[in-house]
């Protein structure tokens, strides 16, 4: 049982010491269109957002002109 022991803890830790040999991914053209995209979303979004709470302004400013 000892020596199964000593076994895996040794292949377990050349495992984890060996340093993992991969080849460098470029993921900066992902990345910048990810970014465009995004800012092109919260940009569209936002805008909703604002035109939906200037709405509001102005339905209670009308409601309140036309039933005062």
């Known amino acids: ?4 022991k000593v ?5 377990v830790g050349s495992v984890v010491a ?3 040999v991969m080849a460098a991914i470029d993921v900066s053209a992902e990345a910048t269109a ?3 995209d995004f800012t092109a979303a919260a940009a569209t979004i936002g805008s909703a957002f604002l035109a939906a709470g200037f709405a509001g302004i102005v339905w209670k ?8």
Do not use: E, I, V
Request: proline share 4%; charged share 10%.
């Open 1 to 4: 049982m000892n020596k199964m």
């Open 7 to 11: 076994l895996l803890l040794t292949a």
């Open 18 to 20: 060996s340093s993992p």
């Open 34 to 36: 990810f970014q465009t």
């Open 61 to 68: 400013w009308a409601r309140g002109m036309l039933f005062s």
